[in-house]
């Protein structure tokens, strides 16, 4: 058993990483992040410090997604492990997406389990749950993408397999680790890093002109703030052991063009060259997918999808992102 109070937070860098690890630093918990090197270090410090936090309270363990090294001297001591990493392989080739994805979940549940952590919290995605066809495209945690699914990207396959194998490894092999797992959608809010990855790379199309029709899409939007919340309170509730979370905003799904929308009306100038029309096709059906279990359990509230919108922007232009 642990006598210390640190957590591990894996993927260290990344844009719900520092979010998250600057929220545990505010709170009083130690951080250790992991890295895949250690010339990550000083943007991360600057990250939680633009957060508020005090970097003092922030060590760091080097470890990749691909390769065992330096994984038992991350998660050595710790309370508790966030594993948050996540590859960032821009390719619809599953041999290349699929392998760092679930060997990299396996890899930091396996150290977990070594060294005696009461509970990992997983960062899966509704990309897990809700890429298979469906009569009524309504879901909830009891979905699950079927990995079969013919033409299926490579990105919710992955995503899907990830996660079934860290369900089946902590069966098997768990012993007393208990496992939550958290299934945001699409992830934007306030940025604290100030490089445009993941989700950013979308408004800064969107605000450049890059994007000059929107793609045909209907989603839910998670702030990354309320994120790091579930990620928090999956850790700290009992009753979350052995559960998937859905994490997004109240209300109706999103478009493409809907955000696009929302960026026109709040920014005007900037968002001059936001898309106004959608490419070509037939009218989305409705989507619909349900938070009301993170909320009653996990005692969550949800921003609105127009609020994290505009602040996403905000902070863009905060950290100079924008020009």
């Known amino acids: 058993m642990t ?37 990550r270090a000083e943007s991360v410090r600057r990250a939680v410090t633009r ?47 699929v392998p760092p994805a679930r060997d990299g979940a396996l890899r930091a549940l396996r150290a977990a389990v070594h060294a005696g952590v009461r509970r990992v919290v997983l960062t899966s995605s509704f990309a897990a749950v809700g890429y298979s066809p469906k009569p009524v495209r309504e879901y909830d ?34 012993g007393d680790t208990e496992l939550v797992v958290i299934n945001p959608t699409w ?28 793609p045909r899409q209907r989603f839910g939007i998670a702030d990354v703030r309320d994120v790091a919340d579930a990620h928090r309170a999956a850790m700290r509730v009992p009753e979350a052991a052995g559960k998937r979370y859905l994490v997004l905003a109240d209300g109706p799904t999103i478009s493409w063009l809907g955000v696009a929308q929302v960026l026109r009306a709040k920014f005007g100038s900037l968002a001059a060259n936001a898309p106004t029309e959608e490419v070509p096709g037939d009218d989305l059906p409705p989507l619909v997918i349900h938070n009301e279990l993170a909320k009653r359990e996990l005692g969550l509230g949800f921003r609105p999808a127009e609020e994290t919108i505009v602040e996403t922007v905000e902070s863009m232009q905060g950290v100079g992102m924008l020009g």
């Open 3 to 39: 006598t210390s109070d640190t957590v591990l937070v894996t993927g260290g860098s990344g844009y719900l990483a520092t979010r998250l690890m600057t929220d545990l630093l505010l709170a009083g918990t130690p951080v250790r992040a992991s890295i895949r090197s250690l010339d």
């Open 187 to 214: 992830i934007a809010g306030p940025t604290l890093t100030s490089e445009a990855r993941s989700s950013l790379q979308v408004f800064t199309a969107m605000l450049g002109g890059q994007m000059p029709l929107a």
């Open 141 to 174: 945690e009891s979905d699950w993408t079927a990995t079969d699914t013919p033409g299926l990207p490579a990105y919710p396959l992955s995503k899907a397999l990830a996660e079934r194998a860290a369900w089946d490894f902590i069966e098997r092999e768990g």
């Open 51 to 97: 957060g508020g936090a005090d970097a003092a309270g922030l060590t760091f363990a080097v470890a990749s997604l691909t390769s065992d090294d330096g994984w038992a001297d991350a998660a050595a001591d710790v309370a508790g492990v966030y594993h948050l990493a996540s590859p960032m392989i821009h390719s619809q080739d599953p041999d290349e997406v």
